[in-house]
């Protein structure tokens, strides 16, 4: 079989929904391919929204939790955790899989063809290889654009920069009674639990997310033991039992900052297959709705103008250079590598410096940086 389109998509995370559905609204001829067969399963995300997105970008609040203004954090022993209180709503927990499908109707109403379970398998003679329940098709389309997670076929395709430094993370999700306590955000500082990064449990009072992450090579007895060993003492959680349905979610994560290389000719990549993660949180929903945007602005210009060189403008380079300081602090987390080490970083976060410095990570008003 053969198709065309003007921009075919790969991947429909967040990311790859958004620039479809702005592609098409600037009257392009999109086709999204994705894999999974739905969009409301194998979620790699805990979903976890900051303010500044929540400002910025119209999402359905029917699928977003209560507001987050509370965040503690743990040492290793869990003895005299730093809390931290903001005056605004800080953070909203999603519920991935209904907001998945409203940013899939979203964009099939502006005309975007989506192509559910169906596998990209490469460019050859010109052509992209897609294969779907229908067999194997053939995609002429003038621009690729790469939103196919961390491990990217779509970035080695092009010949672009490649995610390299990566954790990798786990975590339950389930509900849980509604309590009387205000909804917070754990975090565990602890490299026997997550090394190189965070043990956290979210409880909304609606769900609860628990999970682990770390790099893949230091986890004592692998991920997930680690989670298991959590979950059984994580701070945070009402006294009820556990209930039997719970989801579970993992995946990597990139937190080598932003990639210098993220489009060519041929097209572009854009969410986790851009590195578009913030180094030090790992969080990744604000960055690939901004880069998003800025992605179709590219894509309308090189299309309009029949000038693929249009795209040169999509510079991670430049980008990049504003996450040194979040990549500094990226790499001293990484040489967090035991426990007593963790604790001593208490003593500095509990003085009024450290905890100023905390309020700036978790509550500041940064978010990705605008082209």
Known sequence: MRDDADVLVVGAGLAGLHTATLLARQGHEVLLAERRPGLTGAIRTTGIFVRKTLDDFPLPPEHLGPPIRRVVLHPPGRGRPVTLESERDEYRVGDMGPLYAAAARAAADT????????????????????????????????FVVGADGARSRVARDLGLDRNRHLLVGAEEVFAIPR???????????????????????????????????????????????????FGASAPGLPDADRPG????????????????????????????????VSPL???????????????????????????????????????????????????????????????????????????????????????????
């Open 111 to 142: 005309g975007v063809r989506m192509a559910l379970g169906t596998r990209y398998e490469g460019r050859r003679d010109g052509a992209h290889l897609l294969t779907g329940p229908d067999g194997p098709t053939r995609v002429r389309a003038r």
């Open 245 to 276: 349905e719970v989801e579970r979610r993992g995946g990597p994560i990139p937190v080598g900052g932003l990639l210098r290389r993220i489009s060519g000719p041929g097209g572009l990549l854009v969410g986790d297959a851009a590195g578009a």
């Open 281 to 371: 949180t790992a969080g990744g929903l604000d960055p690939c709705l901004r880069l998003s945007v800025h992605a179709a602005d590219v894509l309308d210009d090189a299309l309009r103008s029949g000038r693929p060189d249009a795209l040169e403008r999509y510079d991670g380079a430049a980008l990049r250079a504003r996450f040194r300081g979040r990549l500094a602090l990226r790499r001293g987390l990484a040489q967090v590598r035991t426990p007593a080490v963790a604790a001593a970083a208490f003593t500095l976060l509990r003085t009024p410096v450290g905890r100023a410095a905390a309020r700036r990570i978790l509550f500041g008003d940064r978010s990705f940086p605008a082209p």
């Open 179 to 229: 309590g009387t306590a205000p909804p917070t955000f754990h975090c565990v500082l602890d490299p026997s639990l997550a090394p190189g990064y965070l043990a956290w449990v979210v409880n909304d009072g609606r769900h609860a997310h628990v999970g682990v992450a770390g790099y893949a090579d230091r986890f004592p007895d692998g991920m997930r033991r680690a989670l298991d060993r």
